[in-house]
């Protein structure tokens, strides 16, 4: 599967733009851990593009049993490898039934920077909606706040410690300057 027809089986599944631009921020994220890691960019990216492919249509019926089961059955129309499909269905295995516990590098990569994503996003908004105006520092600071984007789970975030062996701090950096490479695609 090319990246192209990655992104155009998300848009044609996404409508909301906002979980589009999520998806690839995780995307440019897992490029940026690929290089770190010695792995492959595309297809470490790839991963990242897909992985809530299936969101919009599984959210209202159950999306704790069938997220990510329905994208699977569409990536079974393409090649993709299996550490691409495995990483997907991983970065659901707390939420997901059946759902694998990650076990790669990139795996646990996507798990945990799934959830950095929507909190860097939420200190961009605050700060203008300018990614450029978002350090470490200040990504640092809300994190210590858990009630600023209560939603992104903090302790998911952290197992980039023990997982990747990253401190969160440059997890956070490598993240942020992922995500301001692409700025204008994140619509930040």
Same mark, same amino acid.
């Given at each position: ?10 848009? *044609? ?10 998806? /690839?921020?995780?995307? =440019? +994220?897992?490029? #940026? %851990?690929? &290089? ?67 076990? *790669? ?10 959830? /950095?994503?929507?909190? =860097? +996003?939420?200190? #961009? %908004?605050? &700060? ?61």
């Amino acid at each position: 599967m090319t990246r192209d027809e990655a992104l155009k089986l998300v848009r *044609t599944h996404t409508k909301n733009e906002n979980l589009v631009r999520h998806m /690839l921020a995780v995307e =440019i +994220v897992m490029r #940026a %851990l690929a &290089k770190r890691f010695g792995g492959d960019p595309e297809e470490w990216g790839l991963a990242g593009l897909l992985h809530d492919g299936d969101y919009e249509e599984t959210k209202e019926n159950n999306p704790h049993k069938n997220h990510v089961k329905l994208l699977m059955e569409w990536l079974s129309h393409y090649e993709v490898s299996d550490s691409v499909k495995n990483a997907i269905l991983a970065h659901g295995w707390k939420y997901t039934d059946n759902a694998p516990q990650p076990k *790669t590098k990139m795996d646990w990569a996507l798990y945990t920077c799934d959830e /950095l994503t929507g909190l =860097i +996003v939420a200190v #961009a %908004l605050v &700060k203008g909606g300018e990614l450029a105006e978002v350090s470490v520092e200040s990504v640092m600071k809300k994190w210590k706040n858990t009630g600023f984007a209560a939603g992104a789970n903090r302790e998911q975030i952290a197992l980039c410690e023990e997982r990747l062996d990253i401190p969160i701090p440059e997890f956070v950096g490598l993240a942020l300057s992922a995500m301001q490479s692409i700025a204008p695609e994140l619509g930040l």
